[in-house]
């Protein structure tokens, strides 16, 4: 306990060095006249640890005024904001960061020239540059950028600025024009770390679908910019985040696969040191958070204290955590990660083994003693310890979220049970992949039912009304005191037994180990064998306009169970997400790839396509684009695609009577036409006003089953002589929901009054079913 409240101390100590004016060397002063008075009274005990806490405060004082960054006439950070563009070198020193618009790349600049000016200069720092989407940025590149560098901003509601600084970055440039000078160019022995990571997770998306592949690749390789906007606000309404991160659980996990598997190979002594290095390897591969990084530090001190045969103390090796990770990086006791994790940490050190002991001797009372230690095993894992966890960092999700996930306690307690198999399994299917991918598709199958299930499980709980309770803002007082009482309960659970109040809890059946196994493989069995049967062909031909924001995607599965893919909205993540719900489990194939339009809304979200999905053909049914087009043509004829290009009249057979017709080109794309017996579709994602009014002045298409309106119900190219030709019994628009357009225009939709309209801002997925004689709807939600 010493070292902890030694520990606290420190904190402290950075905390007021943030908030006092006092400088670096004025701190260094009272650094010694503290260790002068330390030395002089060492002999009585009470004086040495006093000068001995205030002696680790004045040094984390000093250590954070050392830590401020001095911005000189070199440091790239004193040439923001000049208005002035600027040619800059460096090197890519972090895995990039693939968004759905932009690529984040972190640089150390080298030499910096303005505009009109030949004479360059040597500059040092950190800048992040905000590159294209659709090139292939790599850890050790050089590259040369052109742009503006401008000072991170400050919104409202949240400093980029701080959070920039806290790893270091003090320069942004948004957007700037790059190019690639060579590569490999960084630390050898980071670039083979993040070359195998940038494999795993190929193999990832080539083995998973999403949203599943998404969650796995958080889980495994830290990894989260796959992960759509609506999963991860289902993880945090249920307050269930920290199983997308990389955190002290999955740590843990890692941990006692290593020991035990390099124990067994290696002896005790060297199997200790070589999990210690493993561990090591893999906290930078994933990306070394804070979480990480504590949950490593505490891992290690773990493993040291197995090999000098000594008992680990919970808050000593809390404490060694902070001061090793604060001592490194003062600026990281703001970050809300490295909160959260000290305090879920915290929590489970004071609170975890009362909880435990407490509800075990509870049990006993109605159950003999041997079947209470296998009911209280389970129950303290999954529910008191998330209890403990919850609690202890309450105060602080009131404070930087105001808000409190209700659904917490129900949503942990029903997921966690799984997290084991889907680290130890997604990730044998991720290293068998690697090397052989028929393999690790094996092993994904039994993987899946334990990530998808986790997916499910959190999205329900976080439908559920109430699952969250919005706060107002909640004042550093509140926080404050809440762990005063905390800190008084953590004081009352170290009292005698005898002395505490009874906690009383009435539980019943039991589960055996072996009971569990075979529900749990019963239930993976069920699961696979109804994914199966419910995407089976039946005979029927669906086409799918899937939810993907702006630009419009279609997927189309023949009644033989063929799939073809027309567009891919703007989002890759969007689209990668969509597919991965609706096409059958594991199922990475897609027959055709149809191009029916070439803008960026339309063709931006298949970047990166062919590394998730095999593509048999593709249809090429548009004029050239801009540059997600380019991207997108690149990559089919790179993984050897050939690309077909459309004609007016061309016909497409997607088996058993199914035919997909290239009615006309215009100049933004195609109008395409499926048919199916007696039913007929019209899919407009080419269409430009001329060709419209060709339509409708030559009367060449008849009365229609449905239509995909083009351009998102936009009047120019939706007038209402060609609607009431067509007469479509259901008519589909696909549109971001709250666009900047205002579409579908209200002239359309006056137009369309008395028929059957879907949205996808209003119903989300839209999917119409036919026989070729009756047409069945169905939606993702009902307004």
């Not at 050239?624 to 380019?630: D, E, F, I, L, V």
Request: hydrophobic content about 50%.
């Amino acid at each position: 306990m010493r070292l902890f409240w030694l520990g606290l101390l420190w904190l402290a100590g950075i905390a007021a060095g943030r908030a006092t004016p006092l400088l670096t060397w004025q701190w260094l002063i009272l650094v010694a006249i503290s260790l002068a008075a330390l030395l002089v009274f060492h002999r009585h005990q009470v004086y040495r640890w006093l000068f001995a806490g205030i002696l680790l405060l004045t040094l984390g004082a000093a250590r954070y005024q050392s830590s401020k960054p001095v911005f000189d006439p070199n440091h790239i950070a004193s040439h923001n904001d000049t208005g002035r563009k600027v040619t800059l070198t460096g090197v890519v020193i972090d895995s990039p960061d693939i968004r759905d618009t932009y690529t984040g790349l972190r640089i150390s600049a080298e030499r910096i020239r303005y505009d009109g000016s030949w004479a360059t200069e040597e500059v040092h720092g950190l800048v992040l540059l905000r590159a294209s989407r659709f090139d292939d940025w790599a850890y050790g590149d050089r590259l040369r950028a052109y742009g503006n560098l401008e000072t991170p901003p400050v919104f409202e509601t949240f400093s980029y600025r701080d959070y920039l600084a806290r790893q270091g970055v003090h320069s942004l440039m948004p957007f700037p024009t790059v190019t690639r000078i060579s590569v490999r160019q960084a630390n050898p022995l980071l670039q083979l770390i993040y070359d195998f990571r940038n494999h795993a997770l190929e193999t990832v998306y080539n083995l998973f679908p999403d949203p599943e592949a998404s969650l796995l690749a958080g889980i495994l390789l830290g990894v989260e910019s796959g992960i759509s906007p609506e999963v991860r606000e289902a993880f945090n309404q249920t307050g269930t985040t920290h199983i997308i991160a990389i955190s002290g659980f999955n740590i843990t996990i890692i941990a006692a696969i290593f020991t035990s598997t390099f124990s067994r190979w290696l002896g005790a002594r060297r199997g200790a040191i070589a999990a210690g290095v493993t561990i090591a390897l893999y906290t930078i591969l994933v990306g070394a958070d804070a979480a990480v990084v504590r949950a490593a530090i505490m891992g290690g001190l773990s493993l040291l204290a197995l090999r000098l045969g000594r008992q680990t103390d919970g808050m000593a090796s809390l404490a060694a955590a902070a001061i090793a990770m604060t001592a490194l990086n003062p600026l990281i006791l703001w970050d809300v990660g490295f909160q959260l994790s000290f305090a879920a940490t915290l929590g489970l050190v004071l609170y975890a083994e009362p909880l435990h002991n407490g509800f075990l001797s509870t049990v006993k009372r109605h159950l003999p003693e041997m079947q209470a230690k296998r009911l209280a095993r389970p129950i303290s894992e999954f529910v008191l310890f998330t209890f403990a966890a919850q609690v202890t960092t309450l105060p602080l999700t009131a404070y930087y979220f105001n808000r409190i996930s209700l659904s917490a306690l129900l949503a942990n307690p029903v997921i966690l049970p799984a997290q084991p198999p889907v680290m130890i399994l997604g990730g044998l299917a991720t290293l068998a992949g690697s090397f052989w991918l028929p393999l690790g598709r094996l092993i994904a199958w039994i993987a899946w039912p334990f990530v998808a299930f986790t997916i499910r499980v959190v999205e329900f709980f976080a439908a559920w009304p109430m699952a969250v309770l919005p706060l107002a803002r909640v004042s550093t007082l509140t926080v404050t005191s809440f762990y005063l009482v905390l800190a008084c309960l953590a004081a009352l659970v170290k009292l005698p037994p005898e002395r505490r109040p009874k906690i009383i809890s009435v539980f019943t059946e039991r589960v055996s180990l072996p009971a569990g196994f075979t529900l749990t493989a019963l239930a993976v069995s069920t699961i696979l064998m109804w994914q199966m049967i419910t995407h089976r062909p039946d005979g029927r031909l669906h086409i799918t306009v899937l939810d993907v924001g702006s630009g419009e995607s279609v997927l189309i599965e023949s009644p033989t169970g063929r799939f073809a893919l027309i567009n891919g909205g703007s989002s890759p993540i969007a689209l990668s997400e969509a597919l991965g719900r609706r096409l059958p489990i594991l199922h990475r194939h897609l027959d055709w790839l149809v191009i029916g339009g070439t803008r960026n809304d339309q063709v931006a979200g298949l970047a990166d396509i062919t590394e998730r999905y095999s593509i048999g053909n593709v249809l090429h049914a548009g004029p050239p684009g801009r540059s997600a087009y380019r991207h997108l043509i690149d990559e089919l004829t790179e993984a050897g695609r050939s690309i077909i290009l459309a004609v007016a009249g061309q016909t497409l057979d997607l088996g058993e009577g199914v035919r997909l017709e290239v009615l006309a080109m215009g100049e933004h794309g195609a109008v395409l036409e499926i048919t199916y017996h007696r039913a007929r579709f019209l899919l407009a994602p080419g269409a430009d006003p001329a060709l419209v009014s060709e339509f409708e002045r030559k009367r060449s298409i008849g009365p229609v089953s449905a239509i995909l309106l083009p351009d998102g119900g936009n009047t120019v190219v939706n007038p209402y002589g060609w609607l009431n030709q067509l007469q479509p019994m259901v008519v589909l628009i696909s549109v971001e929901a709250g666009n900047s357009r205002g579409f579908p225009s209200i002239d359309v939709l006056d137009t369309l009054q008395g028929r059957n309209v879907l949205r996808t801002d209003i119903n989300g997925w839209i999917e119409l079913t036919t026989d070729g004689m009756r047409l069945w709807a169905e939606v993702e939600r009902s307004p």
